[in-house]
């Protein structure tokens, strides 16, 4: 159980367009799902937490207008790179959670992750 | 201060052997506690979770949590090539959202 599905696994894109990744919950419905960004060897940085029919709360120094969050159903969050550009190139990974207080057994479970390139 | 941090490592130990990795973090009302693995390239994946003071094991794993020190580790016995990764310690804020904060990992390399 709790399998989070991220799509697609990478993409590359020209400077100037935007990027959809999508990031669904198969077997649960999150009310809550987050949206990380990892550069080489880093660790990951929590950009955003998105919630199920409200705005996402976003972290501070992450550009709300660049990475557009939308999280409509409970079982679907997705992030838009806007206009991106060769520094956005990262790997952005979602993960949600499970309902209830199984997060405090469970954790939290990661999606495959997608890496961006920007050229 | 770094709200969790763990020692960058490479932690280098030889097949077989058991490899301690270390973690600390800085919000005392953190309530639960994870490792999780990360290949490179890959997302990272839950190893253990902790929440109450003392020792939980599970297969070649065990983890270990002080909340009075706010120290958590992770001891991996028989360490077998398969485990080189970097390991992420990651505790939840005890905020409405159960956020996850993650440390900058440890890389653990173990040589045949």
């Known amino acids: 159980g709790a399998v989070v599905s991220q799509h697609p696994s990478w993409v590359i894109c020209k400077s100037g367009t935007s990027v959809k990744i999508e990031c669904r919950s198969l077997?649960?419905?999150?009310?809550?799902m987050f949206w990380y960004r990892q550069f080489p060897k880093q660790s990951l940085m929590l950009m955003a937490t998105s919630n199920e029919g409200s705005k996402a709360t976003y972290e501070q120094g992450v550009e709300k207008d660049k990475f557009l969050i939308n999280h409509a159903s409970l079982t679907l969050s997705t992030l838009t790179v806007t206009s991106a550009h060769p520094e956005d190139s990262s790997f952005y990974i979602c993960s949600a959670s499970p309902p209830g207080g199984a997060v405090l057994n469970y954790g939290y479970t990661f999606g495959s992750g997608t890496r961006l390139t920007v050229v | 201060q770094k709200e969790v941090e763990q020692n960058s490592g490479p932690l280098s130990v030889p097949e077989g052997a058991i490899a301690s990795l270390n973690c600390t973090y800085s919000d005392r009302g953190s309530q639960s506690f994870f490792w999780y693995r990360q290949y490179s390239g890959k997302s990272p994946e839950l190893i253990m979770s902790?929440?109450?003071?003392g020792d939980k094991e599970d297969g070649r794993f065990t983890a270990q949590l002080n909340k009075a020190s706010q120290y958590v580790s992770l001891l991996i016995r028989d360490s077998q090539p398969s485990d080189s990764a970097t390991y992420l310690c990651?505790?939840?804020?005890?905020?409405?959202?159960?956020?996850?904060?993650f440390g900058t990992g440890t890389r653990l390399l173990v040589s045949p």
């Open positions: 990651a505790v939840n804020q005890n905020t409405g959202f159960q956020k996850l904060v």
């Open positions: 902790i929440y109450s003071n």
């Open positions: 077997d649960f419905q999150a009310t809550t």
